[in-house]
């Protein structure tokens, strides 16, 4: 394997090649080699096409192999039958990116094309992007190498796109919305590059102010977590991602499997990277604009100024939707408002100068709160009125931002007729934080401060390892051996209770008794209460076998329990070779949680907390993570659990034992994690008692990867 090339060299390539450059005008070839030329590329230029001569007044060569240059970037841009030979030639030359534009590979089940192209470059040292892609645009060196509108503006907004098309859409949509593009590339069929070595590009890419990834499927979650969690504490990223598939969820066994919907763990882990979901394309658009051109507020507390109640209303609404505190110092806001406000209107928060306020009282008002350092926020409001000028209006807010909008941020939305339409899509090209709805406006400054509240969150330690939480992990290998050696892929109830047992997570004692005398000796041995279940690797589904008694109390009911266990496992599996019958301890009541870890098909090892018994499928109030994580994440995914009141205590019952509950979370990640023959764990119920009383796990089921 050669020398991976810098990841520079495909965002500011100082050379770059067409390969199926052309000078007819509706290929692709001759689009991408145009856009190239017409956007002013800083580099030198090769177009590649096997009739020579002259494309678009550039020389054009036969071959790469006649060029006397380093090649940074090639575009490929001819048939799939003939892309093999084109690469083969580009990575013996020593191209360092080859973007591969062309389509016909793993997208339509050539997988084993596709692989022999990124075998053949990785030998030397060539990367591929895409295949199935629409080239790459980076401002950096002025480089539209793509199929999509020449004319795209420049600024400092990124987007990594998978779709191709919606790539090229987003190129015009941008245009339209004023946004200016940093880069814009898609990854395609993500053969080689994926979007993870993009992102880590534009995390130091001074250019680039805010982040916007299109994601239909991710393939390498393990690797993409880590970097978003890093781009994240320096710039915002904006993900929006569509193709919720079920597929990984239904193939997966245990509950933990049928929970893990694949968007509902998406969700979870973009939140745990500090990513910022939007549900449109318009809405992620809309918000790398705004985070990209603002500063971080300096505190939390927002005021709405507004001349209509109902808009003060829906803006206050929206607040309480996309977390945006509002300022509620009565004295200060009367203070600072009472020159703005009539007698009829409100220095309350929002801030009411009446239907009669002309553009002099709304500047007043603005001023007013640019000018208090414990305002920190801006939401302003307006409905049309015979008192407001279109010409005044765009003056007036045009001006404050170019006054405040640096240091203070402010969002706008007026709502009215031409007149006011006009106004805005007149503002938004001159910058100023405008909207046409009250929630797009209050959502915009919500996603600012849900990147500051990143930016300061307290880094978390997620260096755990099986060890440091004093997981017994030779134990654990040594009941695995033994599950292998008997050619299962699941663990029976004693081989689970004797994992937790080397995890150092409580399960009720227990014993195996093989007749009745030695089951009541067992009971006695533990204790009244007792339950019994049967052991047989054939019976999984012990209750609907009738295999398993609960609350025995006496002799007479073991041994009555033992031989109706006996007699209904035989009748519900004739077969089943039957071990013997478990006592086991009958716990007391206590909040039932559950815990699980799983190999997710995306994200690699993933853990589920939530609300745990027999309603966790119908209650689906679970939180996700990807593993590692630390004690503050594990803590986080504790309380956004909409149980999570339950276990702080309701009606004056005390706050269970959360600590112990973080720390079976990250017991269970941490043993997927290390011990890599395990693909499931599931906990339910992990019963929770009162703070400092522990938990209790009742159930443990695990499973094993298939042997390769
Ligand atoms: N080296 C250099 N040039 C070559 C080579 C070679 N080895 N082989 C052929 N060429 C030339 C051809 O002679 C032709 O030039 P000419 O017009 O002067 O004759 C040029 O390269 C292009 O070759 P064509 O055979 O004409 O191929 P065409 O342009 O029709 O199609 C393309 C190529 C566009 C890559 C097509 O195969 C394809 O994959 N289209 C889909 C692209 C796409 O949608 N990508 C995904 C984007 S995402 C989305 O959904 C939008």
Redesign the pocket.
């Known amino acids: 394997m050669a020398e991976k090339p810098d990841i520079k060299f495909m965002f500011e390539p100082r050379s770059v090649a067409v390969?199926?450059?052309?000078?007819?005008q509706e290929?692709?070839?001759y689009k991408v080699l145009r856009n190239i030329v017409g956007g002013g590329f800083q580099g030198r230029i090769y177009p590649?096409?096997?009739?020579g001569g002259m494309i678009l007044d550039k020389v054009a060569f036969k071959?790469v192999d006649e060029i006397d240059d380093e090649i940074d970037l090639g575009i490929?841009?001819?048939?799939?039958k003939?892309t093999f030979?084109?690469v083969k030639e580009c990575a013996d030359k020593g191209v360092k990116y080859l973007a591969i534009?062309?389509?016909?590979f793993s997208e339509v089940g050539k997988i084993k094309e596709e692989q022999e192209i990124v075998d053949y470059c990785a030998e030397r040292g060539t990367r591929v992007i895409g295949p199935?892609?629409?080239g790459v645009y980076t401002s950096a060196v002025s480089l539209n190498a793509t199929f999509g509108p020449r004319d795209v503006n420049t600024g400092n907004v990124a987007i990594i796109t998978q779709?191709?098309?919606l790539?090229?859409a987003m190129m015009g949509k941008t245009k339209v919305m004023n946004i200016g593009l940093s880069a814009l590339v898609?990854c395609?069929n993500k053969a080689d590059v994926d979007e993870a070595e993009m992102l880590e590009y534009l995390i130091d890419d001074d250019s680039t102010r805010a982040i916007m990834m299109y994601i239909e499927g991710v393939k390498n979650g393990d690797r993409l977590v880590p970097v978003l969690k890093r781009a994240t504490r320096k710039k915002p990223v904006v993900v929006i991602k569509s193709g919720s598939s079920k597929r990984g969820a239904v193939a997966a066994a245990s509950h933990t499997g049928s929970l893990a919907g694949s968007d509902a763990v998406f969700s979870d882990i973009m939140a745990q990277c500090g990513v910022i979901r939007a549900e449109s394309i318009d809405e992620a658009l809309r918000w790398c604009k705004y985070l990209a051109s603002s500063s971080e507020p300096c505190g939390k507390n927002a005021v709405i100024i507004t001349n209509g109640g109902g808009m003060g209303v829906l803006a206050t609404d929206a607040c309480e939707k996309y977390n945006v505190q509002l300022y509620d110092d009565l004295d200060v806001l009367k203070k600072a408002f009472a020159m703005s406000v009539p007698e009829f209107g409100s220095t309350k928060n929002p801030v009411d100068i009446t239907g009669q306020a002309t553009l002099d009282d709304y500047e007043n008002a603005l001023e007013a709160a640019a000018a208090r350092d414990d305002i920190h926020s801006i939401i302003c409001l307006g409905c049309e009125t015979a008192t407001m000028d279109a010409e005044r209006l765009l003056v007036s807010l045009d001006k404050f931002n170019r006054k405040h909008g640096k240091v203070k941020p402010a969002v706008f939305s007026f709502f009215g007729g031409a007149m006011i339409e006009n106004a805005i899509s007149n503002l938004m090209t001159r910058g100023v934080p405008i909207f046409y709805d009250v929630y797009e406006a209050v959502g915009a400054l919500g996603v600012l401060y849900e990147f500051s509240r990143t930016l300061h969150r307290e880094p978390d330690d997620d260096n755990v390892t099986a060890e440091s939480l004093g997981v017994d992990v030779p134990a654990i290998e040594e009941i695995i051996k033994k599950v292998r050696a008997d050619n299962r892929l699941f663990l029976l109830s004693y081989e689970s209770a004797a994992l937790m047992s080397a995890a150092g997570i409580r399960m009720p004692q227990n014993a195996i008794a093989h007749n009745s005398e030695e089951a009541v000796r067992a009971a006695e041995q533990i204790g009244y209460p007792v339950v019994m279940k049967v052991v047989s690797k054939d019976i999984i589904h012990k209750s609907d076998a009738g295999g398993v008694a609960l609350d025995l109390l006496n002799t007479k009911e073991v041994e009555d329990a033992y031989d109706a266990i006996m007699y209904n496992c035989k009748k519900y599996k004739s077969d089943a070779l039957i071990e013997g019958v478990e006592i086991a301890e009958q716990v007391k009541p206590g909040t039932e949680t559950i815990i699980g870890a799983r190999i997710d098909h995306s994200f690699g090892p993933t853990v589920m907390f939530g609300l745990g018994g027999i309603y966790v499928e119908v209650m689906k109030d679970v939180a996700f993570r990807a593993f590692p994580l630390g004690r503050k994440e594990a803590l986080a995914m504790i309380s956004e659990i909409k149980s999570y009141p339950l276990l702080l205590g309701v009606r004056g019952e005390k706050r269970k034992d959360i600590n112990l509950l973080v720390d079976a979370i990250l017991k269970v990640g941490a043993i997927l994690y290390s011990i890599k023959d395990i693909s499931d764990i599931e906990i339910n119920p992990l019963i929770a008692y009162d703070e400092g009383d522990g938990a209790i796990a009742l159930d443990a089921r695990i499973l094993l990867k298939p042997q390769q």
């Open positions: 390969i199926g450059a052309s000078s007819k290929k692709i070839g590649i096409n096997p009739g071959s490929v841009s001819i048939p799939a003939y030979d084109a534009i062309t389509s016909g199935n892609i629409i779709s191709g098309a790539g090229i898609s395609g």
